[in-house]
């Protein structure tokens, strides 16, 4: 075997690795090849590096802009930066600490020396706050843009009885606009690239505060609150950003610190922290260090457990407060809240002990009678305007796909296929036709619901069919509002909507809506116009189901009228509370009410009367659905839960079918009108014979829906699989084979041989031929 050798030769610190532009640099620390450049010659070489050199942090390839990099700190950044091989762009406008003067001194001073132990380095002499012509400099010398360190400052110092306008806007505008305005410019490049790194410089006085710093401070603390947010928004973009807090000596430092100590605080000492934060391997996102003299340390919010001030049946007071101020500011077992997500949840879970506690008074300060109370009760019997909900195969099939219906399941067939002879609405398509009294910003104009409407939840929905929907139809919908609770932690407004075909009720909805943080007005709690939902009985289900959603589940369930964007806008649903978009609570409603239909009526719409839930936690798509019911009578109690994590999604929900018996006085599948019967009779009579070699031959479970008038009249199963076979009516008791789907009429035109079996599919196509063999010799015999 030949060997080849690969010669092995390392550049020097500040060189850029040969025959790599920056949009094409590697993202491991490279080696300078002579000879082969296959992949392997590089992973050794990698492998070599790693072991003898102790994976120091480079940065080839990688462009990095630092502003105010004419000296101090920014001088340390863009020095410690190229030496790691990064490609730098200097920029520094090039006036005083105070932000007067300008010129290209400073920056050019730094470039040179960059240059002259060999990196590569450009200079830019714009003001901050003009940021694209800065980043544009970094794209024109090298073609991308991987880290901004904004850096820029300036002081103007001065007691906050002396603070001119001047002074503080030309701060902000410096700290918090400029650094605003490079990143912005930035951002789409990184974005596009996957890739950024960004550093904001906050300030120990915007932290603590510091006299005669009221401007800086603000402007400061801003940094953080921008960079915070630019982590969220930035992290699925491998976007970081996060901010320091440095103590380091500079001409901005030097008016106030003294000379010693400026020494002593070399920004040497903060420039390693820099360049960790912005290495491609630092995983580090949205944190804030303090850093200076060779120590660095992480700050975090804290906030104390706080106490409840509010009680059952007693007003929110100043003296309540003052009662309890110790424990409010009592620092013992103190959390660390690190998002706003974990911010608003603990404000949401003392809502919810509120409201456990009972009936809460008006939240005012005074004794005053509240008006809210004749407000929400004359909203009371209000009617939202009337609207029309048309519909046709398209829509009913859309939202059977949307939730969860699939050809996977051949009974399905009858919800996703029009040509289907028994196609129908799955029964919770008329959630579909009521929605839109909700969705169509209706409530906004009822006279008393001052509410703001972005604090809205689906608490509770309730449905009650009539009739079975038809396949395609138009009907129309009134909705009023039926009652308004105080539920003391918010608000819960019923709504009801009757959906009329011609002047025929056919079905009723009841939105139970849960608004947060509008309660304490002193209405009522309960109603007993509510649908009230029932807790499932305390023993173990009598059957379980499951279906995965898919990722697109959301995606495409929303195509059946729900647009709200926190259900597929990622960013929307982070600013909602979720780290991703979640599921429609209808949309696992209508998963969980194919599982009872499925399970206990045999996907039969006409035994669909009703059903009820309670939404009690969010399920994110691609997560599966785990359905528990129990059947007491025609009642089917179920709760619904995520598969993995046993949260229960779906709480006290019921759904009321009709008795088979009431159904069979409606269609014809017991009294003997179809003809087809006595054929299926005599199938099996027969089948005592020659079942045997039927079985051999056939080896396989066929259901029969025969229909009438577009109905179901009845359902047949031949099974050809084991012993000498047997026909039964209803359903296949395993898993069917094959499902055909044939009206009675043309059932017995194949028999008599009138009609040719061809149109159908080649495995009906046996079944129907050994049928009509099997009734020629019932006719011989007279009994057909």
């Avoid at 919810?352 to 004749?374: C, L, P, Q, R, V």
Wanted: hydrophobic share 40%; with cysteine; net charge positive.
């Amino acid at each position: 075997m030949r060997r080849r050798t690969w010669k092995i030769r390392r550049p020097s610190s500040f060189q850029k690795f040969a025959g790599h532009s920056p949009s094409s640099a590697p993202a491991t620390p490279p080696l300078l090849l002579s000879g082969s450049r296959s992949p392997a010659a590089l992973l050794v070489c990698v492998s070599l590096q790693a072991l003898f050199m102790g994976s120091p942090l480079r940065f080839d390839g990688r462009v990095v802009l630092v502003t105010g990099a004419g000296g101090g700190l920014g001088q340390a950044y863009a020095l410690a930066f190229a030496e790691r091989g990064a490609f730098v762009v200097v920029n520094d406008l090039g006036g005083d600490f105070k932000g007067v003067g300008k010129g290209s001194l400073a920056a050019d001073k730094v470039v040179e020396e960059i240059r002259r132990k060999g990196g590569k380095a450009v200079a830019n002499y714009d003001s901050v706050e003009e940021g694209e012509k800065v980043v544009k400099t970094a794209l024109d010398a090298f073609g991308r843009i991987d880290v901004v360190v904004n850096n820029a400052g300036i002081l103007r110092d001065r007691s906050f009885a002396r603070i001119s306008d001047e002074d503080w806007d030309i701060i902000h505008r410096v700290h918090l606009r400029g650094s605003f305005q490079v990143t912005r410019a930035a951002w789409d490049h990184m974005k596009k690239q996957k890739y950024g790194r960004i550093i904001m410089t906050s300030s120990a006085s915007g932290i603590y505060g510091n006299f005669g710093q009221a401007n800086y401070s603000a402007a400061k603390l801003g940094l953080l609150g921008l960079a915070n947010t630019l982590a969220i928004e930035g992290r699925k973009s491998n976007i970081h950003c996060n901010t320091i807090a440095p103590n380091a000596g500079s001409r901005m430092t030097q008016t106030v610190m003294p000379e010693d100590l400026v020494e002593a605080l070399k920004p040497e000492y903060v420039a390693p922290l820099v360049l960790w934060l912005c290495h491609e391997s630092c995983e580090e996102n949205g944190g804030l260090f303090e850093v200076g003299a060779g120590w660095i340390g992480k700050l975090r919010w804290e906030r104390t457990l706080g106490a409840i001030v509010r009680q059952k049946n007693h007003p929110m007071t100043p003296e309540a407060v003052k009662a309890n101020w110790k424990k409010i500011c009592n620092f013992e077992n103190a959390s660390k809240p690190q998002s706003i997500q974990e911010s608003t949840g603990s404000i949401i879970e003392v809502l919810s002990k509120i409201d456990s506690e009972g009936g809460i008074s008006a939240n005012h300060t005074s004794h005053a009678t509240s008006t809210a109370t004749s407000g929400f009760a004359g909203a009371v019997g209000q009617k939202l305007p009337s609207f029309s909900s048309a519909y046709t195969e398209l829509e009913a099939i859309m939202y059977a796909l949307g939730v969860g219906a699939s050809i996977k399941d051949p009974k399905d067939l009858k919800f996703v296929y029009e040509g289907s002879s028994d196609f129908s609405c799955l029964p919770t398509f008329g959630v579909i036709i009521g929605q839109k009294s909700i969705m169509g910003g209706g409530l906004a104009e009822i006279p008393g619901l001052s509410i703001n409407f972005a604090k809205v939840l689906h608490g509770e929905q309730y449905l009650e069919l009539y009739k079975p929907l038809p396949r395609a139809g138009k009907l129309k919908c009134e909705a009023v509002v039926a009652d308004v609770l105080d539920k003391g932690s918010g608000v819960v407004i019923i709504i009801d909507v009757f959906s009329y075909s011609e002047k025929e009720l056919t079905c009723y909805n009841q939105f139970s809506l849960f608004l947060v943080g509008s309660g304490g007005f002193g209405g009522k709690r309960t109603s007993d116009k509510v649908k009230v939902a029932v807790a499932v009985p305390n023993r173990p289900p009598d059957a379980v189901l499951t279906d995965t959603t898919s990722l697109n589940q959301a995606a495409l369930y929303r195509l059946s009228g729900d647009w709200n964007p926190l259900h597929i806008d990622p960013n929307f649903a982070s600013l909602a509370g979720f780290d991703k978009p979640i599921l429609h609570g209808l949309c696992t409603f209508g998963f969980s009410a194919r599982h009872v239909l499925r399970h206990f009526a045999d996907n039969d719409v006409s035994r669909f009367k009703a059903i009820k839930a309670r939404f009690a936690k969010p399920v994110y798509p691609g997560q599966t659905l785990q359905t528990e019911m129990w059947k007491e009578g025609n009642r089917i109690h179920f709760q619904t839960k995520v598969q993995g994590t046993g949260d229960i999604v779906l709480s006290n929900a019921y759904v009321d079918l009709a008795p088979t018996s009431d159904i069979s006085a409606k269609i014809p599948s017991e009294g003997g009108e179809l003809q087809s019967t006595l054929v299926f009779e005599e199938i099996g009579r027969r089948l005592k014979d020659v079942g045997h070699e039927v079985v051999k031959k056939v080896n396989a479970v066929f259901e029969w829906h025969i229909t009438k008038g577009g109905n179901v009249g009845a359902k047949w199963t031949i099974d050809l699989k084991s012993g000498s076979g047997k026909v039964y009516q209803g359903p296949a008791k395993g898993a069917a084979d094959t499902t055909i789907i044939l009206s009675d009429e043309d059932f017995m035109e194949v028999v008599l041989g009138r009609l040719d079996p061809q149109k159908y599919s080649p495995v009906p196509l046996r079944v129907c031929c050994d049928v009509r063999c099997m009734a020629e010799k019932s006719w011989e015999t007279g009994i057909l």
